[in-house]
């Protein structure tokens, strides 16, 4: 079963996106993996006290975007090959790079400045 | 479907319940009416339910007036829609005998999960306990419509939280639920639309996905559209 219980929900993005990035992240990481279940959608809803028809769109998107499957009465399962699980560790990792180089082009530093600093501080984290 | 068509409500000659509005609620949304208290909240609601006579315009629920749709309409309020001199057994079989969907096996059982003794009279209870009673009286209607008039007031903080819990779960994806509250945070997440009153007008009406594209917090429009200012307070620094 995907652990939802450590999701810190923000008061900024559609709480359905914060859902299937919650779920992305844990494929990314390797703790979910094809064939675990996810929670119903009532259980979730009342776990995180959220709307119902909230949760049902994240699954939705989850099924559109192609690594959730819902099949009658079994609920929502991950589904995904090795093609998907790269499309989303992409996805992930563009994501945080791009952040990161606004937030460093923010502070004004150039390219040179920024790579320094990356080599630098690599070890420390 | 509710629709309010050009709803005007004043009480007495010039004091302002509702200027004039129109607004459409979709069935299975979960609306939260938000705005300071003389707003308007409760009149909308009061309106809707057919327990005030509008000064102007007219109110559908499923194309029909309330008074021929209400087995599918439940009201929740703090003022209480009990009847005190009864215990809450007394008035769940009362309950049973208006609305037909009315759930008894439900109503006992929030009763247990709300520690509510069943054999004494709710007028003896405390204002927290009324509200239990209250709150799982509405939601064992089986009502289609669902409105909520401060539903938050007099519960302490887990209370509150066991309240939405309860509420989430007990929903089955069909309700159209209304609820007038200034605790914005609690319903942050729980709605997928906000309408704001102030003085009687609908100052905004959005749905929570599409505002926070936008990148703004629901304080943050709020205080935009009511026009609050935050830096008042410095005014009291000022000599």
Known sequence: ?125 | MIELINVKKYYGLSRTGLEKESVTFNDGEITGIIGENGSGKTTMLKAIMGLCELTEGRILIDGLPVTSVYGKMSFITEEGSYFPGMTPLEYGDFLKSFFAGFDMDRFLKLLEYFEIEKNSKIRNMSRGQKSKVEIAAGFSKGAKYILMDEPFLGNDMFTRHDFLKLMISSLRGEETILISTHLINEIENFVDRIVILQMGRIKADFYMDDMKETGKSLKEVLMETTGYDEEWYKKLFDT
Request: charged content about 25%; hydrophobic content about 40%; proline content about 2%.
């Open chain 1, 1 to 125: 079963m995907i652990d939802f219980s450590n999701v810190a929900l923000n008061i900024r993005e559609p709480v359905y996106i914060q859902l299937v990035l919650h779920v992305k992240k844990q494929i990314a990481k390797g703790t979910a993996s094809s064939g675990d279940s996810l929670p119903s959608r009532r259980e979730l809803a009342a776990m995180l006290e959220i709307n119902p028809n909230t949760v049902q769109k994240a699954y939705r998107l989850m099924e559109q975007e192609g690594f959730v499957v819902t099949e009658g009465n079994t609920g929502s399962v991950l589904n995904f090959d090795s093609h998907t699980l790269n499309l989303i560790r992409e996805e992930l990792t563009k994501g945080m790079v791009r952040d990161f180089i606004s937030n460093a082009k923010e502070l004004n530093l150039s390219f040179k400045q920024t790579i320094d600093l990356v080599s630098d501080v690599w070890d420390e984290v």
